[in-house]
């Protein structure tokens, strides 16, 4: 299984994906509780691997992971440019618009809740691409 991680200052994004692609968890949590919920997902699930962005703070959130949970997780980067603009569209495939929201174009819409933990989601996928030699973030 692998699990998907968006760090970030105040919060961050994870999701547990199985080999073949089924979602098994995603969730939104503060940055503080983050190594703990990592902690408590591997006890849950058989993670081999995780996944994050390579953005600015990657370095030091891949050093703590490690020093916290030791030799036993893989840690994978991945591009994660666009991830965000990528899981605003996510957010309405997922929760399509009800009411009156259906009547403002996509492109205007703002999710009504953070949605790093579908941005962990991109990364796997981004991810399983990249291991089958196919990425869609890079056309």
């Known amino acids: 299984m692998i699990l998907g991680f968006d760090p970030g200052?105040?919060?961050?994004?994870?999701a547990v994906m199985g080999k073949e692609q089924q979602l098994l968890y995603h969730q939104v949590v503060s940055s503080q509780k983050a190594i703990a919920t990592i902690k408590q997902l591997s006890q849950k699930f058989?993670?081999?691997?995780?996944v994050m962005g390579d953005g600015t703070t990657a370095k030091s959130w891949k050093q703590e992971i490690s020093r916290d949970l030791g030799a036993s997780l893989s840690i994978a980067l991945v591009d994660e440019r666009y991830s965000t603009l990528e899981a605003r569209d996510r957010y309405?495939?997922?929760?399509p618009p009800k009411g009156l929201q259906r009547l403002i174009p996509q492109g205007?819409?703002?999710p009504p809740r953070p949605v790093d933990d579908l941005v962990a989601i991109i990364l796997i996928e981004r991810y399983?691409?990249?291991a089958a030699g196919s990425d869609p973030s890079h056309p």
């Not at 058989?46 to 995780?50: A, Y």
């Not at 309405?92 to 929760?95: F, V």
């Open 92 to 95: 309405w495939e997922m929760y």
């Open 108 to 110: 205007l819409r703002q």
């Open 128 to 130: 399983f691409n990249q």
């Open 9 to 14: 200052r105040d919060k961050c994004g994870l």
């Open 46 to 50: 058989p993670i081999e691997t995780l």
